[in-house]
């Protein structure tokens, strides 16, 4: 097995050198973390979607470290699951605090390994920071409810207790903001959180759990609380295998999600499931069309159409549709393509060679389907780095590139006819993660919301697919996978519930006036 010099800083660029201190980065990292940091896994670079500069190099973990790093949560679940639920909050509200302060630098460190913009990378962040005061008002709320008994002399309740070990595995679009929705709330409900991030965004996932560690050392409370495995699939399918992780959350592709579901299903855990995407937004004609041009342009572009919120179809009532395709050709045309640490820039690159492949495959599929290409197409090779021009396309809705979703700022647009029409095209697809639809008649918003508007988990009224809150929860339907994260009731999902009747009467009725004498 090769060994990195953890103690040498002498590669790291210069211009990152005070991102790296600040989070307590080397150029060469451990990336196993359970009370103590380890890796007796491959070595894995970490590379700038910007201009293909290795930043970093990561010790990543194999699937026996797992397997130390589970046994380690084994001995320590019952102490956390018996710590009370505002005491688990309150843990959670200090991790807040922690990260707020490292907000900037772990911000600028996601848009430099995942290659998102500056504000979408301290957004991010953000919203690891909203989910734990969410979690923290958790601790105060985790309620039952008291059901009444159809017996005198009997009270009947519902109680929620930890479900166990979570396991997250998590995409490399959002490397801080998906872990952060399942650890704080699966930390408030009581239970340890195992993390393995995309291989591609390991640094990420160290500077979080470095920053976690500080707290837990705090508080004399066991560092395998929060634990980390990166590593590649090996050790993410040893997680999907393991009986002792009684909750997965999957973040990735429909394909590999529908494998993880069936793995975890045949040995009866439970499984998160958040998966593709192929979102649209609808404009009608009486619709504010500035707004929406607004919205449809961070909905498409943002993140370099690396989203899952990201807008890969925008149906137009045929009554505004040249008018709006006009502005939008135009408006898309004047996007700043950079450096994501530059002010200004609007789109980054790409996350890895790989999806320039793809962008370059779904043009070509576009033009073979009878599409034509409005504006873009182009993949930026006199730079260094993983840029493409983002692009729109003119495409019949039926075509298989716009039925596939492709994880690259390409934007299909089609006219639409009526209401009925979009909603069908918009439920055509076989994912149903967000939508969105901009209009000013209060018919066509309630029919939108209705039973038969769309089937997608996010249904907007005047507003972008993408930019979710974390108050409500979060996930779609169908081939999305049906998982909920973050708000609302998803807290659910990380507890197991338990039926309890007490009879304090001395008698014994039993249930349905059933005579047992």
Request: hydrophobic share 40%.
């Amino acid at each position: 097995m090769a060994v990195l010099n953890y103690s040498s800083s002498s590669k790291i660029n210069p211009k990152y050198k005070a991102i790296f201190d600040q989070l307590d980065l080397q150029f060469d990292n451990k990336g196993v973390f359970n009370g103590t940091w380890g890796g007796s896994g491959p070595i894995v670079e970490s590379v700038s979607p910007a201009d293909g500069s290795v930043i970093g190099r990561v010790q990543t973990g194999s699937p026996q470290d797992l397997n130390e790093t589970l046994k380690k949560m084994e001995e320590i679940k019952v102490m956390w699951r018996e710590t009370p639920a505002p005491k688990r909050g309150e843990i959670v509200r200090q991790m807040r605090d922690a990260l707020n302060e490292k907000l900037e630098p772990l911000g600028a460190l996601v848009s430099l390994e995942m290659g998102k913009i500056l504000p979408e990378g301290k957004g991010e962040v953000q919203e690891y920071i909203d989910i734990c005061d969410f979690a923290l008002g958790l601790g105060r709320t985790l309620n039952g409810q008291v059901v009444p008994s159809e017996r005198p002399g009997h009270f009947m309740i519902e109680q929620w207790n930890p479900i166990g070990t979570v396991g997250v595995i998590s995409a490399f679009n959002f490397p801080v903001a998906v872990y952060g929705w399942n650890s704080a709330i699966a930390l408030v409900c009581g239970n340890p959180v195992v993390w393995k991030g995309a291989p591609t965004t390991n640094l990420s996932s160290i500077a979080v759990t470095k920053i976690l560690e500080k707290v837990l050392v705090k508080n004399g409370l066991p560092g395998a609380l929060c634990s980390l495995v990166a590593g590649g699939a090996d050790v993410g399918q040893a997680m999907v295998e393991d009986d002792r992780v009684k909750l997965l959350s999957f973040t990735g592709s429909t394909a590999v999600g529908r494998k993880v579901g069936e793995t975890v299903a045949k040995r009866f855990g439970k499984s998160l499931l958040e998966l593709g995407g192929n979102n649209a937004i609808v404009v009608m004609d009486d619709a504010d069309l500035d707004l929406a041009l607004r919205s449809v342009l961070f909905a498409a572009v943002g993140t370099a159409g690396q989203r899952c919120t990201t807008t890969r179809r925008l149906l137009l009532h045929e009554k505004i549709h040249d008018e709006f395709i006009e502005k939008l050709v135009k408006a898309y045309q004047s996007i700043r393509i950079g450096d994501p640490l530059e002010a200004g820039t609007l789109c980054g690159p790409l996350h890895t060679k790989a999806a320039v492949d793809l962008y370059r495959k779904g043009i070509e599929a576009v033009k073979s389907q009878g599409g034509k290409i409005l504006t873009g197409g182009k993949v930026l090779e006199d730079r260094p780095g993983n840029f493409v021009v983002p692009t729109i396309t003119s495409i019949s809705p039926d075509s298989d590139v716009v039925k596939n979703e492709i994880f690259v700022p390409i934007l299909h647009t089609m006219k639409v006819k009526d209401l009925d029409h979009a909603i069908q095209i918009n439920n055509s697809v076989k994912q149903g993660l967000s939508s969105s639809l901009f209009t000013r008649n209060p018919a066509h918003l309630f029919k939108w919301v209705g039973p038969s508007g769309s089937d997608c988990g996010i249904a907007n009224i005047n507003l972008p697919s993408s930019g979710a809150e974390i108050g409500c929860a979060f996930g779609g339907e169908k081939e999305t996978g049906g998982g909920r994260e973050s708000g609302s009731d998803a807290w659910k999902q990380y507890m197991r519930r338990s039926t309890c009747v007490i009879n304090y009467s001395g008698e014994l009725p039993l249930a349905q006036g059933i005579k047992f004498e």
